[in-house]
């Protein structure tokens, strides 16, 4: 069975960073595209970052210049860099990953139960 599990959420202060890791673990024989996404409280959730298998990455347009997605696809891990943090980034942030469990099945999607960032002084 694939899980995601998120790791380094916490509370920071304005202007400060955060380093988010997402591994899957599992039955996994391929993962393609991996992605972060964030959900603020009372809002809808969005995309925040993706990162392709090849490593071309997508970034939404309030994360640009800040945030940096990256993989270790020897660990089947995708982190985020989050710098200059600002209180809106506040969030639930959750990883997500198209993972192929086995050589007879498709890819299908997966999501991690997300971790806490928040951004106050």
């Known amino acids: 069975q694939v899980q995601l599990v998120e790791s380094g959420g916490g509370l920071v202060q304005p202007g400060g960073s955060l380093r988010l890791s997402c591994a899957a673990s599992?039955?996994?024989?391929?993962?393609?595209?991996m992605a972060w996404y964030r959900q603020a409280p009372g809002k809808e959730r969005e995309l925040a970052a993706f990162i392709t298998s090849g490593g071309s990455t997508n970034y939404s347009d309030p994360m640009k210049g800040r945030f940096t997605i990256s993989r270790d696809s020897a660990k089947n891990t995708v982190y985020l860099q989050m710098n200059t943090l600002k209180p809106e980034d506040t969030a639930v942030y959750y990883c997500h990953a198209k993972i192929r469990p086995s050589r007879w099945t498709g890819y299908m999607d997966y999501w991690g139960k997300g971790t806490l960032v928040t951004v106050s002084s």
């Open positions: 599992g039955a996994i024989f391929g993962i393609e595209d």
